[in-house]
């Protein structure tokens, strides 16, 4: 499965490719906002990560913009942010991300909250 990170810290980015090469995951492609996120997004992609906070394109913005795309529309999406007030979370949810995780992470996290999004969408299959 490919996996498209889309964080505007190289830092951040590095992080989470790194812990998704960890769990086993090694197809990776990375934007540095939701604007670059939506122009590498292709049919090959399998799975976004996202931050939230983001110059240009933010995090919310993109995934409204993938939700409402015929192509990409059930597209499994994961926020990985610092926000993490209850109304954050929700309105997230409610753009359409599928999961949630607050920075800072594990990989043993991210692993499982990924495993979480696809049991779920297989669930709904």
């Known amino acids: 499965m490919k996996f498209l990170v889309v964080d505007d810290s190289a830092t951040m980015r590095r992080i989470v490719v790194n812990s ?3 769990i086993g995951f090694s197809d990776i492609v990375e934007a540095g906002d939701g604007a670059e996120g939506l122009d ?10 996202t931050d939230w906070n983001m110059p240009v394109m933010g ?4 995934v409204k913009a ?3 795309r015929e192509d990409a529309g059930g597209l499994p ?6 926000r993490s007030v209850r109304e954050d979370i929700v309105q997230a949810a409610q753009a359409g991300v599928n999961n949630y995780v607050v920075k800072p992470f594990t990989p043993q996290v991210l692993k499982e909250k990924i495993d979480q999004v696809l049991t779920k969408l297989q669930g709904a299959a």
């Open 77 to 82: 999406i994961l926020m990985v942010t610092t």
């Open 59 to 62: 995090g919310l913005e993109m």
């Open 40 to 49: 590498k997004l292709d049919a090959t992609v399998g799975f976004v990560i």
């Open 20 to 22: 998704l090469q960890r």
């Open 66 to 68: 993938i939700r409402s």
